[in-house]
C-alpha cells in the first residue's frame, strides 16, 4: 500500500460546486501538506498542517480550505469551485526538522481536478 | 524570495549516456534539497534529499552533489535507461517559514 494516499484520482466537476479531497498517511508523520501542480508554474503550496490542532495557509490559499481531521488525514475543499482551479493536486507528509529528521517529503499519486 | 531555477527544461539522450541535470537557487539559506521523480500523470517519488551541511548523496547510479555558497545542485544519472525518462523536480527547504520551493523540472527522454 503507498504511504500517502489520495482520493479521488481523477474528479470532474462544474463551476459553483462545493468539492472535497481527501488524503492519508501511514507515514506516521505530524506534517502534512496540499500542493497543486500547474504547467509552467510548477508546484505551489496551499495549507500545511504541522499537527491535528496546527492549519497554515500556503502561497496561494485563497478559494480552499482544508480540515485536519486526525494525524493521518488531511482534506482540502474547495468551497465554491472555478475553472481556474483545474489542476493537478498533491497531498505530502513529511517527518519535520525536529531531531534526527530529514524533512523528506512523501507525495501522494495526485487528483487530477477539472473544472468547468 | 526563494527562485529555483532548472536548466534544461528537457533533454533527449541516446541510451547509455550520462545525463546531468541542473538546479540553482537564489536563498543559500537551505535546510536541504530534494530531487524527485515524476511519471507523466503520477505523483513525485523522492529520489535524493542532501541536508545543508552535505555536499552529495549517491542512490546507485544516481548522485548528486550540493553547492550551497553558488547555490547549486547537480543530478547525474550514470548510463541512462529508457525507464529513466520522465520529469526531475527539484527542492529545496527553508526552515524559516516552512517553505518547500520547486524548480519547473527537467523533462527527460532516454532513446532507446
Known amino acids: 500500500d503507498a504511504d500517502v494516499t489520495q482520493t479521488p484520482r481523477n474528479r470532474i466537476t462544474k463551476t459553483g460546486k462545493r468539492i472535497m479531497l481527501e488524503c492519508s498517511q501511514t507515514?506516521?508523520?505530524?506534517?502534512m501538506y496540499w500542493y497543486r501542480q500547474d504547467p509552467g508554474l510548477g508546484l505551489r503550496l496551499i495549507y500545511y498542517s504541522f499537527d491535528v490542532k496546527d492549519i497554515n495557509k500556503g502561497e496561494i490559499s485563497d478559494g480552499y480550505s482544508v480540515s485536519r481531521q486526525a494525524q493521518a488525514k488531511f482534506s482540502l475543499s474547495l468551497e465554491s469551485a472555478i475553472p481556474n482551479q483545474t489542476a493537478l493536486y498533491f497531498c505530502?507528509?513529511?517527518?519535520?526538522?525536529?531531531?534526527?529528521?530529514?524533512?523528506?517529503?512523501?507525495f501522494g499519486a495526485g487528483t487530477r481536478l477539472s473544472v468547468l | 524570495k526563494q527562485e529555483v531555477t532548472q536548466i534544461p527544461a528537457a533533454l533527449s539522450v541516446p541510451e547509455g549516456e550520462n545525463l546531468v541535470l541542473n538546479c540553482s537557487f537564489t536563498d543559500s539559506a537551505i535546510y536541504n534539497l530534494q530531487w524527485f521523480r515524476q511519471d507523466p500523470g503520477k505523483g513525485l517519488t523522492s529520489l535524493l534529499l542532501?541536508?545543508?551541511?552535505?555536499r552529495e548523496q549517491t542512490s546507485g547510479r544516481l548522485n548528486a552533489s550540493l553547492d550551497k555558497s553558488s547555490g547549486r545542485s547537480t543530478l547525474y544519472i550514470a548510463a541512462s535507461q529508457p525507464g529513466d525518462s520522465a520529469t526531475y523536480l527539484c527542492?529545496?527547504?527553508?526552515?524559516?517559514?516552512?517553505?518547500?520551493?520547486f524548480g519547473g523540472g527537467t523533462r527527460v527522454l532516454v532513446k532507446p
Open positions: 542532501i541536508q545543508s551541511s552535505q
Open positions: 507515514k506516521g508523520h505530524d506534517r
Open positions: 505530502a507528509t513529511s517527518d519535520g526538522t525536529g531531531l534526527g529528521a530529514k524533512n523528506i517529503q512523501y
Open positions: 527542492a529545496v527547504f527553508k526552515a524559516a517559514g516552512n517553505k518547500l520551493t
